[in-house]
């Protein structure tokens, strides 16, 4: 089994901290994220240029020479297949990048077995999930896959895209002090690309 990919990265240093890597990016989100840039790889059945098996074969020339790949999106739990995907690229010696919002919890918690580290982006205080993801129960789960992150013994990092019109300080004030008065971590803030939004309302030019 294959895995639907959206995109291919064959370079990075910046998609899992302190490793060189390649990210693919598998096609299909359930979450319509109001401030998605990547909004091109939301339609779960839409038609790529870009193959599994080729992609496998660039991975496997560059055994030695690349130390990650990182499992990206749209949200990779979406795809059945990802499990297998990634045990492929185990087998290889590679390590595992996984970056997700937690919509599959029972996905996310399969897959974490062969997870090294996990790029875990919140959305919004629990309260005000749908006002960024557009999608009922978005929060329920989110929340759930992310105690499931925090009791395995997996690295990560937890983050939020802050757009403006969404989350206002307070509000990320009140987040921050949540993530750290009851899970006792650290949440990192990141830029949010304005200019390509999937919501034309929320575009800052």
């Not at 370079?11 to 109001?34: E, K, N």
């Not at 059945?45 to 130390?67: A, E, V």
């Amino acid at each position: 089994m294959s895995i639907h990919v959206g995109g291919f990265e064959p370079l990075t240093t910046i998609d899992y901290p302190d490793h060189l890597s390649c990210v693919v990016f598998a096609q299909g989100c359930p979450w319509r994220c109001r401030y998605c840039y990547n909004h091109e790889l939301i339609p779960a059945n839409k038609k790529t240029d870009f193959s599994w098996d080729k992609i496998m074969q660039f991975i496997r020339s560059r055994q030695g020479l690349l130390d990650a790949v990182v499992f990206s999106g749209g949200e990779p739990c979406l795809q059945s297949g990802l499990f297998e995907a990634m045990s492929e690229v185990k087998s290889l010696g590679f390590k595992i990048g996984l970056h997700t919002g937690g919509a599959y919890p029972h996905q996310f918690e399969q897959c974490l077995s062969l997870v090294d580290w996990v790029g875990f982006d919140i959305k919004h205080l629990p309260l005000h999930y749908e006002l960024v993801t557009q999608t009922p129960k978005s929060a329920e789960k989110a929340w759930q896959s992310l105690q499931i992150l925090l009791d395995s013994k997996v690295e990560f990092q937890l983050r939020i895209t802050k757009h403006p019109d969404l989350i206002s300080d307070q509000q990320l004030a009140q987040l921050k002090s949540l993530i750290s008065q009851k899970y006792h971590q650290e949440l990192t803030v990141q830029e949010c690309n304005t200019r390509q939004c999937l919501d034309e309302e929320l575009r800052i030019v």
